[in-house]
């Protein structure tokens, strides 16, 4: 499994689209970034004065946390569209089903491979708003609330998105499909605001990506959260093995 993980890992690297995400990914956050300590520094003088006003980790690191969720939304589609649908593409997928690995090893090893990937590109964003420590006071522990936070969301993506190229043997439409569910799960809950899901909207609010995130990027570590995204996360994963389990059977 864990041979499996890194040779995906390492096949990752070996795309342009890999590195192109990367660099993509650092060159919009870092712009913001900037934009970000930009405007802190305008409104610093009137902010300095208020007892228990918010400091960097709030007005910079936060917002920035939240702009890189956004932005993974958009690049993870692209990341896992390929992982089972392009094996199925070129017709690789029975070798690798025939592979002396249980499915779940199977479906394991792709997505740790694939959320590899995605824990190095968290790595590099890190680095933006622990950079502020240098010359500022930062609440690490709003910073590492909202760093997990970041990380529950992208490994519900990369589990939602597995799950999604299992079914389909065209990365495209593996990628369109991906991206129309997360972007659903992430503004599920604006449905239960409506007065015609008044009855839904705790159900619609429960199952929103971005409702269990915002508590996160608050500092606020509640088990209820943590629980929804392992419960996605191991939601889809199971879904992936059955998937690909009744293909072996056929």
Known sequence: MLFLARNEL???????LAWVIL????????????????YFIQIQA????????????????????????????????????????????????????????SIHQLVLGKYLGTLGFFIILLLLISL??????LGSDIDYGVLAAGLLGLTLLVASFT?????LSSLTNQPTIAAITTFTT???????????????????SGLFSWLSLLRHYE????????????????IIIATFLILTARRLDSQRLN
């Open 159 to 163: 589990a939602i998105g597995l799950f």
């Open 215 to 230: 508590p996160l990027l608050q500092g606020e570590v509640n088990s209820s959260d943590i629980a929804y995204y392992l």
């Open 182 to 200: 997360l972007f659903l799960l992430w503004i599920i809950d604006w449905a239960g605001n409506t007065q015609m899901a008044a009855e839904s």
């Open 128 to 133: 933006m708003p622990l950079s502020l420590a």
């Open 23 to 38: 660099a993509l990914s650092q060159l919009i956050l870092a712009y913001l970034f900037l934009t970000h300590i930009d």
């Open 46 to 101: 009137k902010i300095s004065a208020i007892p228990g006003a918010p400091g960097v980790t709030e007005l910079i690191a936060m917002p920035l946390l939240n702009n890189a969720a956004t932005i993974l939304l958009l690049l993870a589609p692209l990341i896992t569209m390929r992982l089972i649908a392009e094996e199925r593409r070129n017709e690789s997928l029975p070798l690798l089903l025939s592979a002396p690995l």
């Open 10 to 16: 390492y096949r990752l690297f070996l795309s342009p």
